[in-house]
């Protein structure tokens, strides 16, 4: 247990809240007006930081720093593992009489050098050129992290190799949102909004996660080495009785998230909502939604204190996609608006004609772009946990819809058809010689089940997995945007009459597209079924998924928006390939592990315990039958269970040899999953069988259930 006090009013939140952020006001707080106007510039994408301004403002982070009782720093990054890395650096500068002074420069803000050998580079960096540099993102906010090492000041930072190429997921990102303001700017000016200068996403992340005790965790080799439980049958009592959706919060869980939340705050990070999910001990945190730089860093800060804080109070916080079998999954919903800098949010429904147009014209561009590039998106949540739960019952599935709801709908098919409609009678709005309907005050229905949902002023893509970071969903989403805005802008700018492009791109883009919209129970056998006539891909595996990156049509989609070269795009599908395989081949492993060395061994000693005692007892003459139906039963399934493991076995070493990465990724998905399946079946059976104080490992009832 933590003997951490939290006093919200001695320090009230309004005031503790940032306290270890570099946020915009601490700098207009702590830079030369002429400076502080400077980054504002660099932050928008105006100039490049000169480094003039970098000294100074490096020489604020520092003292700012110090005086809070910083250390060392740190040029944080997102390498392409999906984790974040840091390498500590500290302050202290020798002055050659025994003393050292504090010191960090311009330079060093800036640029990092870490050795970039050891992080993942899919092939792009030659072993005898290591080098990589890190740079300052200057649109996210350095902070301070506070933990047992003491308080660093960590800089977020883009990673990139010698030779300029993306090393890390944070640069393909901020080139892809540079591409989307290109183009969105370009759609707003031809349509008579000239008083934008910068477009920008904004994203809301909602992370679900669980909480389990400590204890059960460190016995449990599956969780601890792969975040996931590779065997455990289900207990008496599930999620069927739903009765922790937004049920009370449990007290140490209550405590817990107190704490996190001070943590949060602190860093500036907007932490807002908490409540109990569907799953039994499964939460959810969702901060206020900020710029997709920003959000995409606190997501990462945000999974890192729920581990820590977890940790500091006897407990551990799984963030897998799907750590108990027959158990909801947790997902992470990327909430996603585009927003101009004069503050006009481009999916809200507006109040006069022109907002209307506007907002039809960008939503057709997001139905367009999610139809024509459904299966980057899916890529972009290939992963082997988010492989356990798309397309299971609680997630949406692997076919990539959109909701819009009833009225929204309507009045984009009424215009792909030409057709007046209910919603225009008496409000219809003419727009020059062409007329679009006025919009629905309420839109705000909503749909649980969909994959990519429309919730009144934003979307909410849900596909995505809740340990993946979200750039590349992000990174992947404005490109695709990006693409039919181009197209939009290429359109209307070479228009005369403005109003009449609007309606025809509408008209045009709208009927070609409407496929991907489904309004209906995603979750639905009906609905695959659907989808199939309709045409939408449905890919399951994750393997398969990702090898869209490869495509030729999307490679060019990427080198014409900058966002990838041809090598980078390449690269980027070895390693997550890679890291497909790998996160299975160590599943694998430890399945064979615990099997025999775990299971085996305790069921067996089990059966023949049984076993003598029937013996026993039928010497004894007493009525022995039960404990020998049992025995003979367990000994039969640890038989099968003993066969089953040695199949998985040939399944992984087949599979470990294989050299080709997409091959080798196929034969995880298609032998070795279904061996470890195999395997577990023999075991979850074993477990109902065999009594709770000789099963080796904690079982799902005493993790889900107890806190
Ligand atoms: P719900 O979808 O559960 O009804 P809300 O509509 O309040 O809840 O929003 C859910 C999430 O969407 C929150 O994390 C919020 O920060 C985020 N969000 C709200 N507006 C935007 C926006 N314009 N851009 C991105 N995210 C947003
Ligand atoms: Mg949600």
Sequence with gaps: MSDFKIDFTSTPVAELYGSNCFSNSTMRELLPKNIYKEILAVQNGEKELNAYAAEVVAAAMRDWAISKGATHYTHWFHPLTGLTAEKHDSFISPTGDGKVIMEFSGKELIKGEPDASSFPSGGLRATFEARGYTAWDVTSPAFLKQDATGTTLCIPTAFISYYGQALDKKVPLLRAMESLNREALRVLHAIGFSTAKRVYTTVGPEQEYFLIDKEYYLSRPDLLLTGRTVFGSMPAKGQEMEDHYFGAIKERVASFMRELNYELWKMGIPAKTQHNEVAPNQFEIAPIYSNTTAAVDSNQIVMETLRNVARRRGMEA??????????????????????????????????????????????????EAV????????????????????????????IVSIFFGGPLTEILDNIADGKPGKHTEGGSIKLGVTSLPSLPKDVSDRNRTSPFAFTGNKFEFRMVGSSQSIAT?????????????????????????????????????????????????????????????????????????????????????????????????????????EKYSKQINIEAGVAIDMARRGIFPAVSSFA????????????????????????????????????????????????????????????????????????????????????????????????????
């Design 318 to 367: 799984l963030l897998h996609e799907k750590p108990f079998a027959g158990v909801n999954g947790s997902g992470k919903h990327n909430n996603w608006s585009i927003s101009t800098d004069d503050g006009v949010n481009l999916f809200e429904p507006g109040e006069n004609p022109e907002s209307n147009a506007r907002f039809l014209l960008f939503a057709a561009a997001v139905v």
């Design 371 to 398: 139809d024509r590039y459904a299966l980057l998106l899916r890529s972009s949540v290939a992963t082997s946990g988010n492989e356990h739960r798309l397309g299971a019952n609680e997630a949406p599935p692997a």
């Design 473 to 577: 969903p992000n990174t992947y989403l404005n490109t695709a945007v990006a693409q039919v805005l181009r197209e939009f802008a290429d359109k209307l700018e070479g228009a005369s009459d403005k109003n009449a492009a609007i309606q025809s791109i509408i008209k045009e883009s709208y009927s070609k597209h409407r496929r991907v919209v489904f309004n209906g129970n995603g979750y639905s056998d009906e609905w695959v079924k659907e989808a199939e006539r309709r045409g939408l891909p449905n890919i399951k595996n994750a393997p398969d998924a990702l090898s869209v990156l490869v495509a030729p049509e999307i490679i060019s989609l990427f080198e014409s928006h900058k966002v990838f070269t041809k090598e980078e795009a390449e690269s980027r599908y070895h390693i997550y390939l």
């Design 608 to 707: 023949a315990e049984l076993a003598r005692e029937a013996s026993a007892l039928a010497a004894a003459g007493a009525p022995s039958a039960a404990q020998e139906k049992s025995a003979k039963k367990i000994a039969e399934l640890s038989a099968g269970l003993y066969e089953e493991t040695a199949l998985l076995e040939n399944a992984l070493s087949a599979a470990q040899q294989i050299t080709d990465p997409f091959a080798k990724a196929k034969s995880y998905y298609e032998k070795v999953k279904p061996a470890m399946d195999a395997v577990r079946n023999k075991a979850d059976v074993l477990e109902k069988l065999t009594a709770k104080n000789r099963w080796p490992y904690p079982g799902y009832g005493d993790m889900l259930f107890k806190l």
